[in-house]
Structure formats: C-alpha cells, structure tokens
C-alpha cells in the first residue's frame, strides 16, 4: 500500500511520542508512587452502618503513624463531614456509598475516585500544607448534590487533636 | 424551472407513496443518485429534521446552564423545567443522543447511495428506523420534561428513572440498528450487480464501516438497559450491581464518541477536499482510519480508571489500547491537512502557510468545517489528558472533561453538522441556502464562543470544579475564590455559543422556508483520490474480516474485565432523588 515519504516520518514521529508519553506515565507509578484505585472489598450497601469500620466512620490512628479515615457517603452528605489532621499526615481514606453513585474530589491533592454502592474505595493521600482542603462530590446523586461538600482541616503539630 | 414541492409529511402519517418513476429535475439528489424517489429521500429529511429538533433543544438548555454560571437561576422562571439537573439531562440526551444519532440515520444513507449509486434496499425499514427514532425521542423527552427521569444522560443506576425513559433510549438505538441493516442490504444488492472483487466505493465503505462500528459499541449500554435496568424500573427486578452496569454503559460510552465523531471524518475525509478544490490522498489509508475505530473498541475503562470495582490490570490494559486510538486521529489529521493544503495550492496559495487562507472560507460549510476541525486538534490533544492513566486524577469528573467534549463533539462534530447542512438542507429541499454571510459569521461566533467557554471549563477543571454540578450554589463555592473567573468565563462563552447556536437556526429556517429554490446543478461533493483503490489492499474491504477480530478483540479485553469482576453484586434497589 502506497505511504508517502512524508506521511511514514510524520507517523514515526507519532509513534515516538506517544512512547515517551507512555513512558512519562509509567515513570509517575514506579518514580512518583501515583496510584489508581483497586478492588478491595464489597459491602453490602443497606448494611453499611452495621458493617465495620462504617459503623464508626472517622478518623483512627494507626501503629505506622498513618491514619484511617472512613467516610460514609449518602445523598447528600459526607459522614463525618469534617476531618482534621496534622501536616504531614498520610491518610488511608476507606469510602463506601448507603444509596447512589458519589465521587470524591479533593482539590491540590490527587485525591479522585468514584465512591459506588456495593464498592469500598481505598485511597492514600498526604496533605503537605496547614490549610483546609475541601471534599467534594463530583458525581451528580440527585437534586442536592451540590451541597455535598465535607473539608479536610490540616492544622500544624501543636494544635493536632 | 419548478421543483416539485416535497409533501409536507408528517413522520408518523406518510402519505402512501405512489411507486413513483424517478423525479426528473435538474438539482440535488434527482440527479446525482439514479433510481431514487421522494419517498426514499423522506426519512432522511426527517431524520435530519429530528437531529435538528435535538439540537435545538439542547442549545436552548445551554443557554440556561451558561446563565446559572453566571449565577442566575432562570429555572424557577422556566415552562416546564423545575430544576438544573432536569435540564441538564435535557440537555445530554437531546445532543448525545438524539442530534448525534438521526444525524447519523439521515446522513449515512444518504452517503451510502450517493457511493453505490442506488436507492435504499427497503424503504420499510427505513421508515421504521425513522418512526423509532422519532417515538423513542418523544418518549424520552416526556420522561425527563415531567420530571420523572433526572439522571442525566449517563444514568448512572442506582438512580432510576420512568421506564418510558429506558424504552426512549432504547427505541433510538435500534433506530441506528435499522439504519445500518438497511445499508448492509444495500450493500449486498449492489454486489449481485458487480463483478467479483469490484472495490466497494470508499465513501459507501467509510459509512458502513462506522456504523459496524456502532452495531458491536451498543451492544453494551443495551445489555445494560434490556436485562438490567428496564425491568428493574418496571419492578421486575429488585436489584442491580451499580458498578458492572456502569461497565458495560461504558463499553458502549466510549465508542459512541466514535459514533458522533465518524459521520464527521466521513466529511472530512470524502467531501470536504472535494469542497476545496483538493483531492484526498490515499484510498488506503482512509480505509485503514475507519478500520481502526471497528477494531480498537474495547476501552472503555478509561473512563473508569477512578472506579474502584476495576483492577489495575484492566486499567493499564485499556490505557495503551486507548493510546493506540491517537494513532488514526493522527492519520487523518495528516490525510486531511494533506488535502486541504493540496486544495489551497491549487487556489494560488503559496509557501508552507499561505494555502490557508486561499482556502474557500467564504463558502459557509467549507469555513464551518474548517473552524471545527481547529478546534478538535485542541479537543484531541485534551483527549490524550483525559486517557492519560494517573494525569486523569487531576481531570476526572471535573469541568476539564466538559471543556474537552465541548470542543470534540460540541464543536468539532457540532459545528461541521452545521458546515454539512449548509449544503445538504438545500441538497434535499431545493431550497436555496438563505444569507450565506450569516451562515459564515454563525460558526465564527460559535468557535470564538466555545474557545472562552473550553478554557473556562479547562481552567476551573484542573483547579477542581466538578462536572455536571449547579456550581453556583455548591456549599464549597465560596471557599474557591480562584474558581470565579474560570466560571465566569465559562458563563460567557456559554451565551457567546448560544448566540451562534440562534443564527444557525434563523439560516436553517430561512432556507427551509425560502422561495428561491436552486437553479444550478447542484451534487454530494465526493473527493477524487490521488492512490485510489487499486493500490490498496484488499482485505482491508472484507467487512467480515475486520468485525471478527474487533467481536474477539472485545471478548478478550471485556472478558479480562468481568472475569475480575465476578461475580455480579446485584445490592441497590432504585432510588429518585430529585
């Protein structure tokens, strides 16, 4: 089939970008520790508030000196709806929905995943700056969903609860 | 001269066409496809009149969300319309769906005759293709304007809507069905009368490919809707698994881009060289384009690098298979450009950039097209953002991904439907287009439009604003003193389309109602190609060849998916919160 000189060396320039393009992504994994969500368990979504640790959402301090937040998310709310933190703090965030789709978006962080009924998302973030970062529902769950805001307090050691 | 005045039908009561012998006239389809009659023209006028209906609607619904980004809520003032979301919906189904797909049903036909010069194998089908579509539009839109459907238009369970909502959608996707059947037929009677091997005409492959293509994407979101979701709003069904329907809406959720952007490239690629005096350049590398968006359909998992019932494996998988789309992107922004430069030189234009402006930007489809295709090399290079593995953390969900589509199907597919009908709504009237001028400065107006409100939405996006939100009145607004700008640039944008949008309609309706019909002889404007056929090979015409390996491709890569996934977690009765 005829490829005109031109059309091969644009497309071979295409394909030399696309492979730096994948290997600058694959460099965020293994150098920068990005992570997506995974599996991890399954609940059953009528059952969350009896099901630990949904049946105490909040904040615990583990061994390693992380922290285990657990939220429930509802139409439309963040259980607990506020959450605070020392600087520096790395936070293992266990999500899971009682009723609709949410999706939680915390902004400067890279925080953002999809929170589904049945599904118990995990993630791990660290929060680097005293300040309040916010948490946000970005995926329509009804005629609220606008409301569904929570934040993130990060206060500096001295005043950590 | 007299043109025979078309009957004003209505869809849902055609007049009974007399078998009529071929109109003899000297414009549009009378002359340039043998053997067709008014009669297999009416669907796709009506096609095309619903499309339009679709587009109208969602304009309006537009206007309404640009004015809420500005901070005024004209629902409460609004006819029918209760909230936000209601209208957002409105505003999803009329463009994702309806716009997009009878756009598709009147213009692939239409292509398909034009190529194998020949009528519709059945005007049955065609006409029922046409009464689903427009019962299923009518169908969807009572559910969502009495407010019984506010899902939007992705219906993400466990929201449930009305079931007249699902049958809606559903009756519009067999509408494509019906379409592409009739053109498989049409096909296989145009084979009976060539020799063995004759090349199928590249502008009838190019449509049969993309609706293929459409066949195996929906085959999805229609498991979806008919096992699951349909009768689980009928009360058949107590429970459904909110995440596995959200992977098999997303099978089809990523192809149907495809599906609103092909009838696209099929203009691009088929008539626009032809309307700027260029030729398109390989007959085989346009066929290796359409090929690739049949065969690398299973990627619908970046949509859903966020979702936490996918593994990681299905993820990185559906990532490179995604990045391997770019590739015939970039083919046919080489085949087009090559095209367009070709024309270009050939009008006097000199150098490596003075072809640009030899080109016809003064003919209204030409410079609609050419607008829309500036904005989806923006909309393309975003799109590779979107797929990005973990650089989608920093976009998912948010109004970076609303910048990016408005740009791709808002603009690049929206705004070169408008380019086309600039010559097809006087194609298959008579009609002489009304104010040509208007028609120039209309995409001008949408394009300056949609690069304020794309960057808008980019800009806020990547700041963390969420899609698909009433923003103004979010409890965290306040607390984003950085996000006002973006919004309100977004806001203005917004009505800057809009306004655009308008002018579209009153050149729309000026031609349609106009007097002045066309004298000169007037024909679908095919490309010439500099390597046709005969220097391509073969197989890549064996349609059967290319929907078998894209049918394994999608079982082994969908198959990966659900084996991780099983089994099904069917545990969410249905919940209307709104």
Same mark, same amino acid.
């Given at each position: 089939m005829k490829v005109e000189r031109y059309e091969r060396y644009f497309l071979i320039v295409v394909a030399v970008f696309l492979g730096l393009a994948i290997g600058a992504l694959v460099a965020t994994v293994t150098q920068d520790h990005a992570s997506l969500p995974e599996p991890s368990d399954r609940v059953d979504p009528q059952l969350v508030r009896s099901t630990p640790p949904f049946d105490a959402p909040g904040v615990r301090e583990l061994d390693n000196g992380e922290y285990e937040v657990v939220i429930v998310a509802q139409a439309w709310q963040w259980d607990p709806v506020e959450v605070t933190l020392p600087v520096g703090a790395t936070a293992n965030l266990r999500v899971t929905s009682v009723d609709v789709v949410h999706g939680m978006r915390v902004p400067d962080t890279n925080v953002n995943a999809m929170v589904i009924p049945g599904q118990v998302t995990e993630v791990t973030v660290t929060f680097d700056e005293a300040k309040d970062y916010s948490l946000i529902?970005? +995926?329509?769950?009804?005629?609220?969903?606008?409301?569904m805001g929570g934040v993130f307090h990060i206060v500096d050691e001295e005043s950590a609860p | 001269m007299t043109l025979l005045e078309d009957p004003p039908a209505s869809p849902s009561e055609p007049e009974?066409?007399?078998?009529?012998e071929p109109v003899k006239s000297a414009t549009g389809w009378r002359v340039d496809?043998?053997?067709?009659t008014a009669a297999d023209m009416r669907p796709v006028k009506w096609q095309l009149y619903l499309s339009f209906i679709g587009l109208g609607l969602g304009i309006l619904m537009g206007l309404l969300q640009a004015f809420e980004r500005n901070g005024q809520n004209l629902y409460d003032e609004a006819p029918v319309l209760q909230t936000y979301y209601q209208g957002l919906t409105l505003h999803g189904v009329a463009l994702a769906l309806v716009f997009t797909f009878c756009f598709a049903n009147a213009l692939m036909p239409l292509l398909t005759m034009r190529g194998l010069q020949r009528?519709?194998?059945s005007r049955a089908i065609a006409n029922t293709g046409l009464y689903l579509a427009w019962i299923g539009t009518g169908l969807a839109a009572w559910a969502i304007l009495a407010n019984k459907?506010?899902?939007?238009?992705?219906?993400?369970?466990?929201?449930q809507a009305t079931p007249a909502f699902y049958v809606g959608a559903v009756f519009l996707v067999v509408s494509t069905w019906m379409t592409t059947l009739n053109m498989l037929l049409t096909l296989r009677q145009w084979r009976r009368d060539?020799?063995?091997?004759?090349?199928?005409?590249l502008v009838a492959f190019a449509c049969l490919v993309s609706m293929l293509m459409w066949v195996l994407a929906s085959t999805g979101i229609a498991a979806e809707v008919l096992y699951w979701l349909l009768p689980w709003s009928l009360g058949w069904r107590d429970m459904v698994d909110p995440q596995f329907t959200r992977i098999l809406f997303w099978f089809t959720g990523h192809p149907i881009v495809y599906f609103w952007l092909l009838p696209i490239y099929v203009s691009w690629y088929c008539l626009l060289p032809s309307q700027v005096g260029g030729k398109l350049y390989s007959d085989g590398l346009t066929r290796l384009a359409f090929i690739s968006f049949l065969v690398l359909l299973?990627?619908?998992?970046h949509h859903q690098?966020?979702?936490?019932?996918?593994?990681l494996s299905s993820k990185t998988l559906q990532w490179l298979l995604t990045f391997g789309i770019f590739y015939p992107s970039m083919i046919t922004a080489f085949s087009v450009f090559a095209a367009l430069e070709q024309g270009g030189k050939k009008r006097g234009g000199k150098g490596w950039f003075g072809w640009i402006f030899k080109l016809?930007?003064?003919?209204p489809s030409v410079n609609a097209q050419l607008l829309a295709g500036l904005a989806f090399m923006l909309g393309g290079a975003s799109g590779l953002i979107n797929a990005s593995y973990t650089v989608n953390l920093v976009v998912h969900n948010t109004s970076f991904i609303v910048g990016h589509f408005h740009l791709t199907v808002g603009t690049a597919v929206a705004l070169s439907i408008m380019g086309i009908s600039y010559w097809l709504v006087p194609y298959l009237t008579g009609k002489r287009l009304f104010a040509p001028g208007l028609a120039v400065a209309q995409a001008w107006i949408w394009w300056i439009g949609v690069m304020i409100f794309a960057r808008g939405q980019m800009w806020g996006g990547v700041d963390g604003v969420p899609r698909?939100?009433?923003?103004?009145?979010?409890?965290?607004?306040?607390?984003?003193?950085?996000w006002h700008w973006p919004t309100l640039m977004t806001a203005i944008g917004g009505m800057i389309m809009f306004i655009g949008g308008v002018c579209f309609f009153v050149v729309l309706f000026g031609t349609i109602f106009s007097k002045r019909v066309v004298t000169e002889r007037q024909e679908i404007p095919i490309t010439d190609v500099?390597?046709?056929?005969? +220097?391509?090979?073969?197989?890549?015409?064996s349609l059967g060849t290319w929907v078998t390996i894209a049918v394994v491709l999608s079982i082994l890569v969908y198959g990966e998916v659900i084996a991780h996934y099983w089994?099904?977690?069917?545990?969410s009765p249905g919940f209307r919160l709104w």
């Open positions: 529902c970005h +995926e329509y769950c009804g005629i609220g969903h606008h409301n | 009974p066409e007399p078998e009529s496809i043998p053997d067709v009528p519709m194998a459907a506010t899902v939007l238009f992705t219906f993400y369970a466990p929201l060539q020799p063995r091997g004759t090349r199928i005409p299973p990627v619908g998992v690098f966020t979702d936490p019932g996918i593994p016809p930007w003064h003919d698909r939100t009433q923003l103004r009145d979010a409890a965290y607004y306040a607390d984003h003193p950085g500099e390597h046709g056929p005969k +220097e391509s090979w073969r197989v890549l015409d089994p099904i977690n069917s545990v």
